[in-house]
């Protein structure tokens, strides 16, 4: 296990804390944005370190399809944690306006490098969903980051 999957684990044990708070309104909001930021930058690191392990590890190892599977569970995690972060974008009550433009600042960083990583129907269906959130939106600061973000995914209209 490496460092940066000791942190994903650390990361992943203390955001539904955070998450609670944003919701409940007692604060944390801006917290649980910069911990899916932190969270988010540290995907592409362990799908390095997964990759380069696998490309090691010969066909025939009996571990192989053990690995395989938790590939797959990281895959999986990464798809409901984007998800979760563009719905994030919607949510007035709990996100400042501020908060949002932040998020979507952290999603233009990081989501052309993991969207790839997931099924092709996933990712059609995020993209769509980033679309009609952008239609939506009315303050400018954020339909302005949400540009941005539509624009490093190459999705403007």
Do not use: W
């Amino acid at each position: 296990v490496t460092a940066s999957e000791e942190i994903l684990k650390c990361l992943l044990t203390i955001l539904p804390f955070y998450y609670a708070l944003a919701e409940s309104r007692k604060g944390c909001s801006r917290e649980t944005v910069e911990l899916l930021g932190a969270l988010f930058r540290l995907f592409p690191i362990v799908f390095e370190h997964s990759d380069q392990f696998l490309e090691s590890l010969p066909a025939e190892d009996p571990r192989r399809e053990v690995r395989m599977k938790g590939l797959d569970q990281i895959r999986s995690m990464t798809a409901k944690m984007c998800h979760g972060a563009i719905a994030s974008l919607t949510e007035r009550d709990t996100y400042s306006e501020s908060d949002r433009v932040r998020l979507a600042e952290l999603l233009q960083e990081t989501l052309p490098s993991l969207l790839p990583r997931l099924p092709r129907e996933t990712q059609k269906e995020y993209l769509l969903e980033l679309k009609e959130i952008h239609r939506l939106e009315r303050d400018s600061s954020v339909k302005s980051a949400l540009n941005s973000l539509l624009d490093a995914l190459s999705l403007k209209k």
